[in-house]
């Protein structure tokens, strides 16, 4: 649970923390002891000059201050790097009102507070990643204490912005233990700058191989401290020498890692075996977006958490953009099963204690109220949930970016290759459909027929959807859920379903499916559908990729050829999936494109390294070398 900072002042209008008894910047000028601390104390802009990118790490957010010096610098320098990453942790992050209270202060740079205080995430515990400036600046947020985030972050970073109340107000955030963290995180060269000097901060960072100085501090401050990282330990995440990829698949996973690689700049061939894009398991009229919370805020509740963050901030900016993504923020609502589960929904909101904006409990009379229909028990209420339509997303996103993407339909691929250097797509008469040095598996339940995936143990889960006429159901204006759903009218049809059925291929539909559908709606609200004559629905069947643990699987491919060792997976070069997103297809597919398309380029990855962890392909290899692991007991109890 986060605890937020509160904006307060001293006599002379500098920003005050009541909490940790300290001041957030110089009162002699806040933008100058940025420009001179951190700026020049690293050498900037002089050492992002030519680069194609340049991360930066800092500790303590605060109100944004340094991350707008830097940045203004950035866009006022002709020979910035093409892409510039910030990195920063706060334990205690401002609401989006003080923050644009506080930065009201620095006219300079009105511009670039106005669109970070538009982007600013909810404060929600754990990593939130911003793109601004369209794209070329990236704001990485961990809101969180350092002491554990550092530790679970992955980046290498080239410059470090040592910030955070005094050593004496706020000691946590300089320990040993800090210092080794940052070391782990520093690029070889990596340089560092901290207005702090005291002896104990110098001995540490020398005991993790920084060369320090002392420098002119600012205004008053005699001294600073500046250093560079002397460590001869390989650089773990490079750049790509090329930037071009064949995707397989143009469904919702398929389609924003193509997206999110052009907007990286690479050149992205999509192939697609039907006629257009969205018509797998991506064609369903609409989709549920709302995440999963549990007591335990386990693997699954905060990467729902995240990815449900993430898609919103990739709608809205399709739509900023534009493009033509329908969706829908109308509100959901997971209604408890029986008085038992919400009232235990009811004690999971009171412990999680996340924002309103995010998550809410609701009794059985403001869920009547919310739905306009009675139910007799409450659930989880997300206001900021709703619909998709998966097919419109797909075309948003291979439309983002039409100088980047090419995207090819009725191109069946029967094998793929890795040749000479490159992956090349095959038809079945073994002709070369296309030719890259990269290539994204992102076929869903055709993907274990290509030799280089058969190790994949994802499994096809065939779901019929029943479609009900909007005149023969009451009004509807937001998304119900729980076990079973119901969508809002689209395009004069509410969505309701859907079923579960592994291993059936059966692809026509099934009259007893639509009444399996009509009986759940009929359950999570009761007598809503009885005037429904179930023989004359009709609906939609796909197929999901399902994985064992209900995760999705991205990364890079491993190669099951090779010699497994016990905490290194081999891969095979080039190849990458982003698999097995089942039933949220629309809460993973964003999230898992970002995960994937910053692997692919080596940079600060947008979540902590267990979830990371949670969702690479090789953790399949190695499970089967170590002993079984009990499953979570909560993990899937809302699905």
């Not at 469904?251 to 907007?263: D, F, I, K, M, R």
């Not at 998304?479 to 969508?487: D, P, S, W």
Request: with cysteine; aromatic share 8%; net charge neutral.
């Amino acid at each position: 649970m986060l605890e937020p900072a509160r904006l307060q002042f001293t006599a002379d209008g500098t920003p005050w923390s009541e909490t940790y008894g300290d001041i957030y910047h110089s009162s002699h000028g806040g933008p100058a002891q940025a420009r001179h601390v951190f700026l020049g104390g690293n050498d900037l802009p002089r050492r992002w000059q030519g680069r194609e990118r340049f991360i930066i790490l800092e500790t303590g957010f605060g109100l944004g201050l340094n991350f707008l010096a830097t940045w203004a610098a950035w866009q006022a320098d002709p020979q910035a790097c093409g892409r510039l990453h910030f990195v920063s942790v706060e334990k205690h992050p401002f609401s989006a009102g003080d923050l644009a209270r506080a930065q009201a202060a620095w006219p300079e740079f009105a511009p670039l507070a106005a669109e970070l205080q538009a982007a600013w995430p909810l404060l929600v515990p754990g990593v939130h990643r911003l793109n601004l400036d369209q794209g070329r600046v990236v704001l990485t947020l961990v809101f969180g204490d350092a002491r554990d985030w550092l530790r679970r972050l992955d980046l290498a970073a080239d410059a470090l912005y040592l910030d955070g109340f005094s050593p004496a107000r706020n000691p946590e955030l300089w320990t040993p233990e800090i210092c080794k963290a940052l070391a782990r995180l520093a690029a070889p060269g990596a340089t560092l700058a901290t207005w702090a000097v005291s002896g104990e901060l110098r001995r540490a960072l020398a005991a993790q191989g920084f060369t320090l100085a002392r420098a002119p501090g600012f205004a008053r401050k005699r001294h600073m401290l500046t250093g560079f990282s002397h460590s001869r330990k390989p650089l773990r995440h490079w750049p790509p020498d090329q930037r071009q990829a064949l995707v397989i698949g143009a469904g919702v996973a398929g389609t924003s890692a193509a997206a999110a690689l052009a907007g990286r700049g690479w050149n992205v061939e999509v192939l697609e075996q039907e006629a257009e894009a969205g018509r797998g398991a991506s064609g369903n009229l609409a989709g549920v977006l709302r995440p999963l919370p549990s007591r335990d805020d386990n693997l699954l509740a905060r990467l729902t958490r995240a990815g449900f963050l993430a898609t919103r901030r990739h709608l809205l900016a399709l739509e900023a953009a534009g493009l033509p993504v329908r969706w829908g923020s109308t509100g959901a609502l997971h209604l408890g099963r029986d008085a038992s589960h919400a009232a235990h929904q009811a004690r999971t909101v009171t412990h999680l204690g996340l924002p309103p904006e995010l998550l809410q409990f609701l009794d059985a009379e403001a869920a009547s109220k919310r739905i306009g229909w009675p139910v007799p028990w409450g659930g989880w209420y997300f206001p900021l949930g709703g619909w998709v339509q998966p097919p419109s997303l797909c075309r948003a996103n291979l439309l983002a970016y039409p100088d980047r993407i090419r995207f090819r339909s009725n191109c069946q691929v029967a094998d793929i290759r890795h040749i000479a250097g490159l992956w090349h797509a095959l038809d079945g008469r073994g002709e070369v459909l296309a030719a890259a040095p990269h290539l994204v598996m992102a076929s869903g339940v055709a993907a274990p027929r290509f030799r280089p995936f058969a190790w994949l143990p994802q499994k096809a889960a065939r779901g019929q959807v029943s479609l009900f006429p909007a005149g023969s159901l009451p009004p509807l204006e937001l998304l119900v859920c729980g076990n079973g759903y119901l969508t809002p009218a689209v395009d004069g049809l509410l969505a309701g379903g859907a079923t579960h059925q592994p291993d059936d291929p059966e692809t026509a539909e099934r009259l007893t499916d639509h009444v399996f559908n009509l009986t759940r709606i009929n359950r999570l609200l009761p007598g809503f559908a009885d005037g429904i004559r179930v023989e004359q629905l009709r609906g939609r069947v796909g197929f999901r990729p399902m994985s064992p643990d209900r995760l999705p699987i991205v990364g890079p491919a491993p190669d099951p050829d090779l010699p497994l060792h016990p905490r290194h997976v081999p891969r095979q070069p080039g190849l990458w999936c982003i698999q097995g997103f089942g039933a949220r297809g629309i809460v993973w597919s964003a999230l898992m494109a970002e995960l994937l398309a910053s692997r692919m380029e080596g940079e600060p990855l947008p979540l902590e390294n267990d979830l990371v962890a949670a969702v690479d392909p090789g953790r399949f290899l190695l499970r089967r070398s170590s002993p079984p692991v009990p499953e979570n007991p909560e993990q899937g109890s809302e699905e």
